[in-house]
Every structure is written in C-alpha cells, then in structure tokens.
C-alpha cells in the first residue's frame, strides 16, 4: 500500500534530494574558497610550497602559452587580414589583433591550456594525496592541509596566471605580425602604430583582472576536486575530468560577466 | 590515557561500531585484531581525531577528542605519532625530508638538532645514509620503516599504528613487528596497533582486543586470548571458517 502511493512521489523525492545535494556541494565548494582565503592572510606563508607551485604552474606551462600564443596570433592574423580586405581595411589588423588578444583571447585561452596542462595534473596530485592518507597524515601532525597544501596553489594561481597571459598576448601579436606583415605584406609601422592608436590601458587591464579571476578560479576548482577526491583510483580519474569541466566552463561564465562589467 | 566509551559510528546507515568500549593504559602495547573491514582502522581515526562519533566519548588524558576543534585539536596531536596502512609518505620529498616534516612544521628546533634527530630515528629502524633517497625508490619494508621513523621523530606519547605490516613477507613482517617492540621499550610511548597477524602478534602485543560486529568481545594478555573459550576469538585465532564468524 505504502509503495503504491510512494510512486507518484517519487520524482519529486528526487528533484528535491538532487536540489539539496546540489546546494550543498555548492555551498561547500564556497566555504572551501572561504576557508582557502581567510588562511592565506594568517601567516606565516609556506614560502617553499609557493615557489615550487609557482615553477609547476608557471614555468612548466610556459612552452604550452608559447606555442597556442603564436598560432592564435597567427590564425587571428591570418582571418583578420582576409575578412578586412574586404572592406579595404587591412590597415586596422593591428588594432584587431591586439584587441581580441588582450581583452578576450589572451586570458580565456591562457586559462584553459593551462588548466589542461597543470590544473589536472594539480588534481591529481592533491587527490592521490587524498587516497593514500597523505592529507590525513599532515593533520595528525596538527598542520592545516589549507594552509599547507591549497593557499600556496591559490596564490601561485594569482601570482603566475597574469603573467603567462601577457606572454601568450606578446606572441600572439608577434604571430600575427609574422602573418600580416611577413607573409601578408603589410607595413610594419601601419601593424604596430594603428596598434598605439586603438589599443587603451584600460583594455590591457581589463586582460589583466580577468587572468587574476581566472587564476583563482581554475586553481580552487582544481584543487577543490582534488581535495574531496574519494572511491581509490577511480575517484582520481573522475575528479581530474570533473576539474577541467568544471573549471573550463567558470573561465567562459566569468568571462562573460567580466566582460560585461569591466570598461 | 586513552578511554573508549560507547562509540557507535554508522556510514551510509550501515553502523560500524556499534557501542565500542575500550580503555588502554598509559605505556601499554595494545593490538586491536579483527576481520578486515570489521571497523579497526575506523576506531584508529577515531582515536586520531580523523573521523567525529555518531555517539559515544573518546577521552586521551581525560579530554574529550571529539570535542575538540581548531588549535586545541592539533596541539593534542602533536602527541601522536600515526603510521599509516600505506605508509602515506610524501612523494615529493626525500626519506629524510619525510621524517624532518613534523620536526621542521611544528617546532623551532635549529636544524642541527633536527638533523640528528632524523639520522638517529632512521639509524634506529635500519635506515642509516637511506635520506637522500625518494619514496618510490624504497622497497616496501623501508617504506614502512620510514613511516615509523617519522612517527616517533617527534617522540610522541601515543604511537598509532595501522595494520604496519600489510603487503610484505613474513620475514619482513617479524622484522617490523621487532622494531616496533624494541622502539616501545627503548621509548617508553604508549601503542596502540590494529593488526591481523596472528600469531605474530603476541609476542609483541601486552594486551589484544578482539573487534568483532562493531564491539570489543574479549581485550586481554596475549595468554588469554589464545586460550580463550569465546567462540569468536577462538575462531578468529584459529583461522576457522564455521563458527559464529560469518564468512561472505
């Protein structure tokens, strides 16, 4: 009797079950950023964990930002330069080159190569750190992993991400460049000189705050999925796909909304 | 020193310990023995802090564990020292490094005296001039030694140790268990170990608790258990597939 009249409510058990879950890996996701933030401002810094996070995501994802940064800059040179010999206005690929790398292209596509280079392979770590008890083991020491393990992975995130961003911008222009001007036969003043022209500060700050928000955004995703990794091996796997998901789609919805807050 | 009361715990809603009382004394040698999955290593991190009861009291010194948060909770266990099943070294460091950790992390110790310190803890479980070397070039016997090394480095009072000898050879396995009952006299701490190595461990253990359907059926010398007439410790002991111990 119980369960004929359980049945028709049983969807609505699980719309509701799935609505709280939902709320609540949210709200830990962001207690989880809270948690990393209030540690980060309560020192001392582990200084050591720092750098060698900075040389893992920065320096190891630098040969990655130096390749997709000139064929970016390349491909955009290439299509702009066709699209505006159209309209007899090849004059401007500099401008529209810089542009689109600086504000758009530059931080965007830095975050997703390096969340595909390093932010994974930062999941995975931290996850086998989690399955072979190696996070258990630093709070039996009475250490906090937060403040051990994932604030120099956040501050190293905000440290290296601008960085790497203005590298990728600088090839891709010099990419471009190399299309318009070399192959294409533009002027090498008409390219850079439009280029000063058109292109404000306030445009490369704009790339710049968003590299910032990407550096925490993809270092808190990666290192959160990480951090709650369970179920052995499988769970690293999972949580390793999960972290560039989840971390590639925050970069395009924040992106978005940077883009329409931001000058 | 360390008191177990009524400590029920449940996963999932499948309860695991089911009203445990335990009490183990200050420089005791304990072995907890059970089934594997029977609820040893969730009573371990019962005991470490690690996991938080659905009911019941873990008290070490008189002071309730599970009560606690924040500094107080970690200040209590710079008391420990905790061996884990898989060792749980950090991958990334040298051996020496590994046993440094705790010394370098939690006190203002210059770093000559931590230097003797780890090459004193590391000579004393066999490792001597091993420091330079990295986790994944060890064997699993070093491993576990290591881990020991960096358990006591900080010479804790209380020593947790969980199933120390999984996966190695019987050879290896009485080399540990020596090792441990060696390091407990030289160092007088208290230990706590969850283990299924019959008979192995009672030369070494002072007392063994038999864990069985989340409860602690029988806890005495390794005399009387051996000579036990409870059915379960008795087949437990005896290695006995028909009994009241369920096989599935």
Known sequence: ?263 | MIEVIDLCKSFNGQPVLKGLTLSIAAGELLVIIGRSGGGKSVLLKHLIGLFRPDSGQVLINGVDLPGLRGRALDDLRTKFGVVFQGNALFDSVSVFDNVAFPLREKTRLPPDVIHARVEERLEQVGLAGAGHKFPAELSGGMRKRVAIARALVTEPEIVFLDEPTTGLDPILCTTIHHLIRDLHRKLHFTAVMASHEIPDIFEIAHRVAMLHDGVIVEAASPEIIQASANPVVRQFIQGETEGPIQVT
Not at chain 1, 221 to 234: D, L, N, W
């Open chain 1, 1 to 263: 009797m119980s369960v004929v009249r359980s049945t028709p409510l049983r969807p609505v058990q699980s719309l509701g079950r799935w609505g709280v879950e939902s709320l609540e890996a949210m709200g830990r996701f962001a207690l989880f950023l809270g948690e990393a933030v209030v540690w980060t401002f309560i020192p001392p810094l582990k200084v050591s964990q720092f750098y060698r996070r900075v040389h893992f995501i920065g320096v190891r994802s630098l040969s990655v930002i130096l390749l997709t940064g000139a064929f970016t800059g390349m491909v955009l040179g290439l299509q702009t330069f066709l699209t505006l010999s159209r309209f007899g206005s090849e004059a401007l690929l500099g401008p529209a080159v810089a542009l689109s790398l600086v504000r758009e292209m530059g931080p965007v596509f830095t975050a997703l190569m390096v969340t595909g280079r390093t932010g994974s392979a930062l999941t995975a770590e931290i996850g086998i750190m989690r399955i072979t008890e190696q996070i258990d083991a630093i709070q039996v020491m009475g250490l906090n992993p937060m403040r051990y393990l994932i604030v120099p992975i956040l501050l190293a995130g905000v440290a290296t991400f601008p960085l790497l961003t203005a590298i990728f911008d600088v090839v891709g222009i010099l990419g471009g460049y190399l299309v318009g001007v070399q192959i294409m036969g533009l002027s090498s003043g008409t390219y850079f000189g439009e280029m000063r022209t058109f292109v404000s500060l306030d445009d490369i700050t704009t790339g710049l705050w968003k590299s910032f928000a990407f550096g925490v955004v993809v270092t808190w995703a990666c290192s959160y999925k990480g951090y709650y990794t369970a179920q052995g091996t499988v769970g690293v796997s999972r949580a390793t796909t999960e972290a560039v998901v989840l971390s590639s789609v925050l970069i395009l919805v924040w992106d978005y909304f940077m883009g329409s807050v931001l000058p």
